[in-house]
């Protein structure tokens, strides 16, 4: 069965610092890969999304990028972060049947 | 421009009765998906349901059924029986006519099941 794993779950980070999110996805190929972030009481907002290894498409300018080094892993980095990029990030691969499912979440606190 | 509105921000509802989450959305596209996904406190999203926009009957999964109205593009859920594991946010989403799965989402209603 095809099951998506996202760590870690919680993360303090103090401002100026870097960031590493990693995504990885089992029981699928080549699947299409999405990084979302949700404000507090907000729906998602698409980050990053992935069709194959080292392709990614940005949607949204900001201080974050994204990275796809295997086929079913997903990194979303920050050199330096900022106070506005605390939220909840949710990494999330496309089924054959057009839908999508996600990991647990990752609640960032940058302080 | 292509939208999703959820005009509830919070609903309260007693356990064993039924709740209606209204989703309006807004797209010049003739072929879309609709979902609906359940976020409970722990932050993971559930994928509940999805109807496609040239499906005929209203989708059903369990307890959870679409009330796809084309016309008046309006895609509400409906939970039969509500349960207090069903307090969640509750997010209706649109897949726009991208190959790379753009999904479009509403603010969410938070839904609380009294006992």
């Known amino acids: 069965s095809q099951t998506i794993h996202q760590w870690p779950a919680t993360l303090v980070q103090p401002v100026g610092s870097p960031l590493s999110l990693e995504c990885t996805v089992e029981g699928t190929s080549n699947p299409n890969l999405y990084w979302y972030r949700q404000a507090a009481g907000r729906g998602l907002q698409l980050l990053f999304y992935s069709v194959g290894i080292g392709q990614i498409s940005s949607e949204v300018p900001q201080n974050l990028s994204a990275s796809r080094p295997q086929d079913r892993q997903f990194i979303l980095s920050s050199k330096k972060l900022l106070l506005s990029d605390s939220g909840f990030y949710l990494c999330?691969?496309?089924?054959?049947?057009?839908?999508?499912?996600f990991g647990q979440g990752t609640r960032l606190t940058v302080v | 421009a292509q939208k999703i509105t959820q005009t509830q921000p919070g609903m309260f509802v007693q356990e064993k009765e039924a709740v209606t989450l209204d989703c309006t959305y807004d797209t010049s596209d003739q072929s879309y998906g609709l979902f609906w996904y359940k976020q409970p406190s722990s932050g993971e999203m559930i994928f509940l349901i999805y109807?496609?926009?040239?499906d005929e009957q209203n989708a059903t999964e369990g307890r959870y059924s679409l009330n796809f109205q084309k016309a008046r593009k309006s895609a509400n859920l409906v939970i039969s029986a509500s349960q207090l594991g069903d307090s969640a946010m509750y997010f209706c989403a649109m897949r726009v006519m991208d190959s790379n799965y753009q999904l479009i989402w509403g603010a969410g209603t938070k839904l609380i099941i009294k006992p």
């Open positions: 999330a691969f496309r089924d054959m049947n057009e839908k999508a499912f």
């Open positions: 109807q496609g926009s040239y």
